[in-house]
Structure formats: structure tokens, C-alpha cells
């Protein structure tokens, strides 16, 4: 007696698909607040992993444009030195008895109309010594930078914005033009380079006129400092020259106001920490969603087989397989994820675009954000539509028959 | 595994029979009592012959119609469909069995509602494997050959009643079965559509050769078959015409 057995295969993929399609709109407003959950758990693991991105392409954005060796110190204001005038700083002694700093400049700060060929601009005016430019990392995009024997000179170097801003078509600022500050004219002997306004630095270069700081007194008859920039030897000696600059300084200011040492190490971790928190919170609420979504998707996806029961029966009858029934359900649960995972990576890459925005960081999309933020819920509704989707599989084709 | 195509197979045997029931037995246990439905169930269809299963009420027949159509597997006793042993086939292989060897019609039609009527009738075609294109192709013919040619576009809710029965007799046929297996087919229907419905089951009798299994209470549909078997307390014995 033959026992060779019949096997068919089953439906193409497309097939499945269309009719899953087709179902899902007969779930209607039931499959809503299923979708409800499943689309905040991709929105939070989207927003999550771009915000993420976006912070660490942030943060190597600061070392790249600083250095993780910089470092500023803030005044208390005001202040005066053990001599009871205002303090004034030698950026040589100071050099020698702060062995870990490579180079230093105190920073006056003041604001003032800068002049030139008629046409005004809102300058923020740095007094400083020519080692700023080192200590601060400004490069010269055209002439030269402040040298030491510019300190008697009334010369300046402009930032890329301003020199922008005074410039016309035809008639662009350049080196060894003349600017007018109030009665004084300076001659601009550099222009800097256009760069990322640092986070760290007590000035936004890009919209500063640096200028001698012995030339100070000639716009602002009680110049002040207010910082002290420096640069140490290397990234892993900033937090011992910080600690020397500081002891030094409090030395030479009179009062015990405290003077405040920041770098850039502190910035970033200040910004991760904060991303951090963020992050944890969304990675909460995205675990806490998606599983509230997925369980959603079951409790859908049940009622969805138990109300199909007879249909079940009769597929079975016509000659499905378990697994065709199987695969019936489960394309439908995925489906239905699907719509809400694409949902919910528009919400996330919004939210991920708002926090940057926030933040002040520039917006890019993370590579793995989509990919793993949609790939991760429909894992989730794969992971909770297979309970249904098996115990469908599992009816027998009476059991299913006999359901009225 | 799944590449195999099936109904050549099932030809290859010189088995004269296309049903053999030995002994079969199958009963319900409820609460703490046992139902025997069936006790000894034996019974030999051969290829080709038309037979009714006629029985009171509750007496079993769906039951047997079940088994025969491997919808249900029996507790006791031995099945052999077209030669193969039904015990030892695995549940894919039932219902690659179900799919080409046998059509089902139902007294309740049991028509997929959200599906067209050319749809439902592709739908077997599509758990074998064909196109969508090839199957809705056949399964339009079929729809031509019940006479439903024009309506393959509705769907079973803007059907009639015996429109419907011979929407799901295109489907039971498309897979061009050996075996059709119908349960009180004109059960929901008036009188004048079932005559029509039974003189259809009969004309693919006679014309394809199918094998033709009817449960029913009516003694007209009975005797328009070949041969008749009763279902009577778990036996079954031959019925002369009634
Ligand atoms: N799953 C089940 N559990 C318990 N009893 C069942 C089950 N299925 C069927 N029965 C019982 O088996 C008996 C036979 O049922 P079956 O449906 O085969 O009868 P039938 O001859 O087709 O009757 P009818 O002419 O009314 O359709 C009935 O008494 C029924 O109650
Ligand atoms: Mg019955």
C-alpha cells in the first residue's frame, strides 16, 4: 500500500500581506489604543538613539573645536589686588610659578561701537595678551596675529562675523584697515578664521575685536579682568594647572571671593549628565511603552482569532496548514506594529529634533536611530502576536468548525 | 519540504477504494460520562460513487463526515483515504490531503465574508502554492461552470442562499478533489434552489467521476444517490431506497 503523503506549500508572502491589510481595517478603532502604546515606545526609542547620537557628534564637535586641554578661570568681579588698585595680572610671573600651563592670557571684556568707513558694528571688545591667540586656539584666516611688540600699538584683529558685518561687496575690511572706537582709531593687522562659537571661551570670537590689552584703557578708562583663558601642556594635566592658576590667583586677589575654574572636560560632562538623565527617562518610557503596546497588540490579536474561529476552521478545512494560520495572525500583529512603529520614528525623529534645537546642537539623523527604533517594535509586536498567532494554529479544525 | 506537489502522488496506488473504515469508534466524554457517538463504524466507498448517510438526529452523521473528511481523527479503529493511513500522516500532511483530495461543503456555506466570491474560491488554490493570478484564473472558470460567472466580483453578503451554496460548491471543486464531502448542503435552502443544488452535486458525480458523500435528513435527496448508509446507535448499516 502507497503511503507516500501529499505536501502543498503555502501562500506567497504577498498574499499573506494583502489579506493582513485587509483585516487590520476591519480591527478598526479597537486596534487604536493598541497603537496608541506601540507608537510611543518607537517614538522614545527613535528620539532616544538620535538624541544620543546627536549629543556624542556634539561633544566631539567641543574637542575638536577646543581641545580637551583648554581652560578658564573667572574673577570674582571686580577685583583688586593686594595693593588695593585693580588687579593686574603678569602673564610671565603667573607663567612661572604654574608649571603645568603651557600658555596663558588674562581677558578684559567690553562692549563698544566699532566704526569703519561709516558703516557700524556691534563689537565685543577683548583686551588680552598676545598668548590668547594660543591659549584659545584662534587661527588667522589673513594677515597676522597680536604680537609682543604690538602691546603699545593701537592694533586689533577682528573676529570673521564682525569683519563680515563692517564689510560691503565692494569694499571688504582687510588687513591694515582703520577702525574707529570711540576717539581712537586701530588698525586691523588679522582676521580670524570663522569657527564654532566655543561653549568654554567667555567671548564668541566670530564677534570680537581683540585688541592689546594695554590698549584697554583708551575705550574704557577702568578696564577689568574678568577671566583668565589658559592652555595646559596636555588634555591629562588640565585639572593640575587648573588647580595652580587658581591657588595663584586667589594669592593675588585681595577679599576670599572664590575664583571659578572651567574646562571643557566639565562642559561635556555637564551635557552628558544631562543627556543622560534624558536618556534614561526615554529608555524608561520606551521599555514601559512598548510592553503596554505589545501586550495591547496580544490582547487585539486574541480577541481578532477568537472572534475568527470559524474562519479558522474553514482555512483549516480548505487545506491550510498550521502554519499558514500561524503566519495569517502573526503578519497581522506585525502589521499593525508596523503602522504604529512608522508612527511613532516620525514623533521620535520630531522629538529628537527638538531637544537638539533646545540644546543648541546641531540636528543630524543617527544612522542606527530608524533602522533600530522600527526593527525593535516590530520585534516586540513579532514577540506578542506569536502567542495568538500560535493558539490559533493550535485549533482543530472541528473545534474551530463547531463555533457558532 | 514543501516543494513537493502532492496529487500525483496520491494516484500512484491501485487501490480500488477510496474509503476503507475498519471498526472506527469515536466518543465525547462530558462531565464524567462517556458519549459513544460511534461504536464499529465500518465502510468501503470506491472511486467514483455517490452515497448518502442518512440517521435521526444527533445519531452521529456529522460526526462521520468529520472523520471521513479529516476534520477529526477517530479513537478507534482504522482509516485508510485513497490508501494512506490517516493515523500515521502528521498534521501537515492532513491537510495537504484536505486540500487536494477533498472538497467540503457546508449546510452553512461557511463563506470567508470579506472575501469576494472569486476570492473564496481561489482561497484552496493559494494553500497549494499557485499564483494568485493562475488561481483567481481557475477559480473563475469554476465560478462559470456553477453558473455564478457574472457575480465573482460580490461578496457572500449580497449573495442568495443558493447562489452562496454554489459559490463554496466552486470552491469544494477547484482543487479538482476526488472526494466531495457535504453536510445537509440544502439544509438553508428552499425547496426548488435545493433541487437544483442536488442536481448539481449530481451532474459532477456523474460527468467528473468525483466521489460524492451527502449527509441528509430528506428521503428525495437520499434516493437520487446510488447508495444510502444509515447512522444508527454508533452503527452503520446499508439503507435500501427510502
Ligand atoms: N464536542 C462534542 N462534545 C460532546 N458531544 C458532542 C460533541 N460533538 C458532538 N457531540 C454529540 O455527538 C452526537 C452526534 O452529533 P452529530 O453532530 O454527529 O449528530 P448528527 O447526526 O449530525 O445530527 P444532526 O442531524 O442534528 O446534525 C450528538 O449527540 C452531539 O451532542
Ligand atoms: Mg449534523
Given at each position: 500500500m502507497s503511503l507516500s503523503m501529499p505536501l502543498s506549500s503555502g501562500p506567497s508572502a504577498a498574499q499573506i500581506l494583502l489579506e493582513a491589510l485587509n483585516s487590520l481595517r476591519m480591527l478598526g478603532r479597537r486596534s487604536l489604543l493598541a497603537l496608541l502604546g506601540i507608537v510611543m515606545g518607537s517614538c522614545s526609542v527613535v528620539a532616544l538613539l538620535n538624541i544620543g547620537g546627536?549629543?556624542?557628534?556634539?561633544?566631539?564637535?567641543?574637542?575638536?573645536?577646543?581641545?580637551?586641554?583648554?581652560?578658564?578661570?573667572?574673577?570674582?568681579?571686580?577685583?583688586?589686588?593686594?595693593?588695593?588698585?585693580?588687579?593686574?595680572?603678569?602673564?610671565?610671573?603667573?607663567?612661572?610659578?604654574?608649571?603645568?600651563?603651557?600658555?596663558?592670557?588674562?581677558?578684559?571684556?567690553?562692549?563698544?561701537?566699532?566704526?569703519?568707513?561709516?558703516?557700524?558694528?556691534?563689537?565685543?571688545?577683548?583686551?588680552?595678551?598676545?598668548?590668547?591667540?594660543?591659549?584659545?586656539?584662534?587661527?588667522?584666516?589673513?594677515?597676522?596675529?597680536?604680537?609682543?611688540?604690538?602691546?603699545?600699538?593701537?592694533?586689533?584683529?577682528?573676529?570673521?562675523?564682525?569683519?563680515?558685518?563692517?564689510?560691503?561687496?565692494?569694499?571688504?575690511?582687510?588687513?591694515?584697515?582703520?577702525?574707529?572706537?570711540?576717539?581712537?582709531?586701530?588698525?586691523?593687522?588679522?582676521?580670524?578664521?570663522?569657527?564654532?562659537?566655543?561653549?568654554?571661551?567667555?567671548?564668541?570670537?566670530?564677534?570680537?575685536?581683540?585688541?592689546?590689552?594695554?590698549?584697554?584703557?583708551?575705550?574704557?578708562?577702568?578696564?577689568?579682568?574678568?577671566?583668565?583663558v589658559a592652555r595646559a601642556n596636555s588634555a591629562e594635566e588640565v585639572i593640575q594647572a587648573g588647580e595652580q592658576l587658581r591657588q595663584t590667583l586667589a594669592q593675588r586677589i585681595a577679599g576670599d571671593a572664590p575664583v571659578t575654574l572651567i574646562f571643557a572636560q566639565q562642559i561635556l560632562e555637564g551635557m552628558q549628565q544631562q543627556t543622560r538623565t534624558f536618556t534614561y527617562l526615554l529608555a524608561a518610557l520606551g521599555v514601559v511603552s512598548l510592553i503596554g503596546g505589545g501586550v495591547g497588540v496580544m490582547n487585539v490579536m486574541l480577541m481578532n482569532v477568537s472572534e475568527r474561529r470559524r474562519e479558522i476552521g474553514v482555512r483549516l478545512a480548505l487545506g491550510a496548514r498550521r502554519r499558514d494560520i500561524r503566519n495569517l495572525f502573526l503578519v497581522e500583529a506585525v502589521a499593525l506594529t508596523s503602522v504604529g512603529a512608522l508612527l511613532g520614528a516620525v514623533l521620535g525623529m520630531a522629538g529628537g529634533w527638538g531637544y537638539a534645537q533646545l540644546s543648541g546642537w546641531a540636528f543630524f539623523l543617527a544612522p542606527g536611530a530608524l533602522p533600530l527604533g522600527i526593527g525593535s517594535t516590530v520585534l516586540v509586536g513579532l514577540f506578542f502576536g506569536l502567542h495568538p498567532a500560535i493558539a490559533a494554529s493550535r485549533l482543530q479544525p472541528v473545534e474551530a468548525l463547531r463555533d457558532e | 519540504m514543501d516543494a513537493g506537489s502532492g496529487i500525483g502522488m496520491l494516484e500512484n496506488n491501485n487501490e480500488e477504494q477510496l474509503i476503507q473504515l475498519q471498526h472506527i469508534g469515536k466518543h465525547y466524554r462530558l462531565a464524567d460520562k462517556t458519549l459513544h457517538i460511534l461504536g464499529d463504524v465500518c465502510l468501503r466507498i470506491a472511486h467514483g460513487e455517490s452515497c448518502a448517510i442518512l440517521g435521526s438526529s444527533g445519531s452521529g452523521k456529522s460526526t462521520l463526515l468529520n472523520v471521513l473528511g479529516l476534520l477529526d481523527l477517530p479513537d478507534t479503529g482504522n482509516y485508510h483515504l485513497n490508501g494512506i493511513d490517516v493515523a500515521q500522516a502528521s498534521p501537515d500532511q492532513l491537510a495537504a490531503l484536505r486540500n487536494q483530495l477533498i472538497g467540503f461543503v457546508f449546510q452553512s456555506f461557511n463563506l470567508l465574508p470579506r472575501l469576494s466570491a472569486l476570492d473564496n474560491v481561489a482561497l484552496p488554490l493559494t494553500y497549494?502554492?499557485?499564483?494568485?493570478?493562475?488561481?483567481?484564473?481557475?477559480?473563475?472558470?469554476?465560478?462559470?461552470?456553477?453558473?455564478?460567472?457574472?457575480?465573482?466580483?460580490?461578496?457572500?453578503?449580497?449573495?442568495?442562499?443558493?447562489?452562496?451554496?454554489?459559490?463554496?460548491?466552486?470552491?469544494?471543486?477547484?482543487?479538482?478533489?476526488?472526494?466531495?464531502?457535504?453536510?445537509?448542503?440544502?439544509?438553508?435552502?428552499d425547496a426548488s434552489t435545493a433541487q437544483e443544488i442536488m442536481a448539481l452535486l449530481i451532474e459532477l458525480n456523474r460527468e467528473q467521476g468525483v466521489t460524492l458523500i451527502v449527509v441528509t435528513h430528506d428521503p428525495l435527496i437520499a434516493n437520487r444517490l446510488a447508495r444510502r448508509v444509515e447512522v444508527h446507535q454508533g452503527l452503520l448499516r446499508e439503507a435500501g431506497a427510502a
Open positions: 546627536n549629543a556624542a557628534a556634539q561633544s566631539i564637535a567641543i574637542f575638536r573645536n577646543l581641545g580637551s586641554d583648554t581652560l578658564v578661570l573667572q574673577l570674582p568681579p571686580q577685583p583688586t589686588g593686594l595693593d588695593g588698585l585693580p588687579l593686574r595680572l603678569s602673564v610671565e610671573t603667573l607663567g612661572r610659578q604654574t608649571p603645568a600651563v603651557a600658555s596663558l592670557s588674562p581677558v578684559m571684556t567690553y562692549g563698544a561701537a566699532a566704526i569703519f568707513n561709516g558703516r557700524v558694528g556691534n563689537a565685543n571688545i577683548i583686551g588680552a595678551d598676545p598668548a590668547l591667540f594660543e591659549a584659545a586656539r584662534l587661527n588667522i584666516a589673513s594677515g597676522r596675529s597680536l604680537s609682543e611688540f604690538d602691546r603699545k600699538e593701537a592694533y586689533a584683529v577682528i573676529g570673521a562675523s564682525l569683519a563680515q558685518a563692517l564689510s560691503l561687496p565692494d569694499d571688504p575690511l582687510q588687513p591694515g584697515d582703520q577702525l574707529r572706537l570711540q576717539s581712537y582709531q586701530f588698525r586691523v593687522v588679522g582676521i580670524l578664521q570663522e569657527g564654532a562659537p566655543g561653549m568654554l571661551l567667555p567671548f564668541n570670537a566670530n564677534e570680537t575685536l581683540f585688541i592689546p590689552m594695554e590698549g584697554m584703557t583708551r575705550i574704557n578708562p577702568v578696564p577689568q579682568i574678568s577671566h583668565v | 497549494r502554492g499557485i499564483a494568485p493570478r493562475q488561481a483567481r484564473e481557475q477559480a473563475h472558470a469554476m465560478l462559470v461552470r456553477v453558473g455564478l460567472g457574472e457575480r465573482s466580483e460580490h461578496r457572500p453578503a449580497s449573495l442568495s442562499g443558493g447562489q452562496r451554496q454554489r459559490v463554496a460548491i466552486a470552491r469544494a471543486l477547484v482543487g479538482k478533489p476526488a472526494l466531495i464531502l457535504a453536510d445537509e448542503p440544502t439544509g438553508n435552502l
